[in-house]
């Protein structure tokens, strides 16, 4: 009888760690598990695009900046409408790894909590030390929070993405990649440049609405200026108005006219309005073609003068 009595009491006591507390435990991880499931359900569902082309519900309600082609050829077009879904496909899948990862760090959290409390453990020295761990290693790893901040500021505001030409400083070329601690960009040699997001100061981007073809055409302080600057114009604009160019010309061509007077020769400035990315090109064809109406029109480059006054003057001489 005492043996039963015994075997009866100690079911009792430890009825509630045999029984209730392992239930109380699962229903939690179990509201855990599908709380976090259903999260990140609804965020890969935000993060897609409802149909091709179209923009994802999470990036709706923010800023996007993308190079708009205007005219343009069939070719530049379509890369354009291939870019800009990759461009917003991973920007959202970024923004939506962070969502991810955040509500798993609270869930997981909360579900910790709600066990210790139910094993009957004190939290509040948890949480404290929880405190103090955190603000020493946001001290300890400050450049690597500042990295993941900066890109998630820079994934909010669409200061660039994938296909953008920028400068970040020492790094000049086309983006690759956009992460949330590093920018990858590779520069005109070929060079792939991995610059941390907390160490870009500005940004440049040349990718965004037009660009500017900027053209400094020297003389020599012999030749006639009104000629010349006439000269150049007419060649800039033909150039600009051919098959080759007038895709990627947005304006007519402006002579801003006398930009600088050295010792060596005149300085002629002129610029002309082009679609993102075409400002290099431009400037290569409008420099060639402004060249050989130079020569045709007799103008001389600045060393071409001299060059052509000594030659005189040694044929006089003999």
């Known amino acids: 009888m005492s043996t039963e009595l015994l075997a009866f009491e100690l079911t009792e006591t430890n009825r509630d760690w045999l029984i209730h507390k392992p239930i109380e435990i699962a229903v939690y991880l179990v509201i855990a598990f599908v709380l976090r499931l259903v999260a990140h359900k609804m965020i890969d569902r935000m993060t897609q695009p ?76 948890f949480i404290a030390s929880a405190g103090i761990v955190g603000v020493a290693l946001g001290f300890g790893a400050q450049n690597l929070v500042r990295d993941f901040i900066t890109g998630i500021f820079m994934l909010l505001e669409d200061q660039y993405g994938v296909g953008d030409v920028v400068d970040l400083g020492d790094a000049v ?47 020599s ?15 800039a604009e033909e150039t600009a108005g051919s098959d080759a160019l007038s895709a990627d010309v947005l304006e007519p061509p402006e002579l801003l006219g006398v930009n600088k007077v050295t010792a060596e020769g005149v300085m002629l400035r002129l610029t002309v309005r082009v679609r993102p990315g075409k400002q290099w090109a431009v400037q290569r064809r409008l420099n060639r073609d402004i060249l050989a109406a130079f020569d045709a029109a007799g103008i001389h480059a600045p060393y071409q003068s001299v060059l052509a006054n000594n030659r005189s003057a040694n044929g006089t001489q003999n």
């Open 50 to 125: 409802a149909k091709d082309g179209d923009r994802p519900a999470l990036l709706r309600p923010l800023q996007e900046r993308t190079a708009r082609i205007r005219g343009g050829n069939a070719t530049d077009k379509a890369a354009a409408a291939v870019l800009a879904p990759a461009r917003r496909a991973q920007r959202a899948q970024t923004i939506g790894s962070v969502l991810k990862s955040t509500v798993s760090i609270v869930v997981l959290t909360w579900c910790v909590l709600q066990v210790l409390g139910i094993l009957g453990v004190n939290v509040a020295p």
């Open 173 to 219: 070329g086309t983006v690759e990649s956009v992460g949330l601690r590093v920018t990858t960009v590779r520069d005109l040699n070929g060079t792939l440049w991995y610059c941390r997001n907390g160490e870009i100061v500005r940004v440049g981007n040349m990718s965004q609405g037009y660009a500017v073809a900027v053209l400094d055409l020297p003389i």
């Open 221 to 235: 302080h012999s030749s006639n200026i009104q000629e010349a600057c006439e000269v150049a114009l007419r060649a």
